[in-house]
Nanobody
Framework: QVQLVESGGGLVQPGGSLRLSCAAS????????MGWYRQAPGKQRELVAS???????NYGDSVKGRFTISRDNAKNTVYLQMNSLNPEDTAVYYC??????????????WGQGTQVTVSS
C-alpha cells in the first residue's frame, strides 16, 4: 500500500556532505511524522532525526548541529542533509513514515535502506 524509496547514499570522505531523500508513494490518507534511522554493523538501529507534518524536528545527540531534516509535504518527501560527516556516521540509513491509511488507521512504513560510507 505504501512504498518508501530512499536515494542519495554513497561513499564520501570525512568532512564531506551528502543529502538523502525519501519519497512516499501509494494509496494513503496522509503522512504524519517522517524520520531517518541508521544501523551500523553490530549495532542497534538508532534514530537520526524525525520531523512532524507541522515541521517540528528532533535529532539524535550524535548528529545535532551537523544534520538537518526537512520535508516537502506536497511531494510526500523527506530529506536529510548531512554535513561534517565522520567515519562513525557510516551505516545503512532507513527512512520511516507514520502513514494514515484511507481507513484512518496508522501504520509504520520503512524504506529499504541506503548505504552511507564515510572513509578516506
Amino acid at each position: 500500500q505504501v512504498q518508501l524509496v530512499e536515494s542519495g547514499g554513497g561513499l564520501v570522505q570525512p568532512g564531506g556532505s551528502l543529502r538523502l531523500s525519501c519519497a512516499a508513494s501509494g494509496i494513503f490518507f496522509s503522512i504524519n511524522a517522517m524520520g531517518w534511522y541508521r544501523q551500523a554493523p553490530g549495532k542497534q538501529r538508532e534514530l537520526v532525526a524525525s520531523i512532524t507534518d507541522g515541521g517540528t524536528s528532533n535529532y539524535g545527540d550524535s548528529v545535532k548541529g551537523r544534520f538537518t531534516i526537512s520535508r516537502d509535504n506536497a511531494k510526500n518527501t523527506v530529506y536529510l542533509q548531512m554535513n561534517s560527516l565522520n567515519p562513525e556516521d557510516t551505516a545503512v540509513y532507513y527512512c520511516n513514515a507514520a502513514v494514515r491509511l484511507i481507513s484512518r488507521s496508522i501504520i509504520s512504513s520503512w524504506g529499504q535502506g541506503t548505504q552511507v560510507t564515510v572513509s578516506s
